[in-house]
C-alpha cells in the first residue's frame, strides 16, 4: 500500500529555517568608552556652570556695593524726592543682586548634578570593564586559583 511506503513529502528535504539575523553588538569596551566620554562631556558642562555661578556671585557682589553707595549718597541729598529716586535704584539693584544669587545657587546645583551623573557614569562603565573582562575582579574567588590550607602546605599540628 501506498501509505506503508511513505509519502512524497516525508523524502522530500526540510525547509530549512531562515538563519537569524545577527544583532550587531556594541561591545563592553566600546559601551563604557560612550559612558566614561559622556562623563566627561558632564564634568566639563558642570565646571561651565561653576564659572556661570562665580560670575553670577561676582555680579551680585558688584550690584550690592553699588546699592550700598547709592544709600549713603542718599542721605546726603537734601530734597526728599531725589532721595526717594535714590532709594528706590537702590532697592532695585538689591533685588537684582538677590536674583543673581539665585541664579549662582542654581548653576551650582545643577552643576553638582551634573557631576553625581557623571560618577554614576564612570561607576557603570567600570562594571562594563569588568564583565567585557570575565568578570570577578581577582581575589581568591576570582582569580582561579585555591586558597591554601595548612594540610596543604605540608603543615602538620
Known amino acids: 500500500s501506498a501509505l506503508a511506503c511513505g509519502t512524497d513529502a516525508e523524502f522530500a ?52 556695593a553699588r546699592a550700598r553707595s547709592l544709600r549713603n549718597q542718599a542721605q546726603l541729598v537734601s530734597f526728599s524726592t531725589d532721595r526717594e529716586s535714590i532709594l528706590d535704584i537702590a532697592d532695585e539693584l538689591v533685588e537684582r543682586a538677590q536674583a543673581n544669587r539665585s541664579r549662582a545657587q542654581s548653576e551650582r546645583t545643577r552643576a553638582a548634578e551634573m557631576r553625581a551623573e557623571a560618577s554614576a557614569l564612570r561607576s557603570r562603565a567600570t562594571q562594563l570593564v569588568r564583565v567585557g573582562n570575565g568578570g570577578g575582579g581577582g581575589g581568591w574567588k576570582g582569580n582561579g586559583l585555591r586558597r591554601p590550607t595548612a594540610s596543604s602546605e605540608g603543615v602538620t599540628l
Open 13 to 64: 528535504p526540510r525547509p530549512r529555517p531562515k538563519p537569524v539575523q545577527q544583532v550587531q553588538q556594541v561591545s563592553f569596551q566600546q559601551e563604557a568608552n560612550t559612558l566614561f566620554a559622556r562623563a566627561t562631556e558632564l564634568d566639563s558642562a558642570a565646571g561651565t556652570r561653576d564659572r556661570n555661578a562665580a560670575t553670577f556671585d561676582n555680579e551680585a557682589d558688584i550690584l550690592s
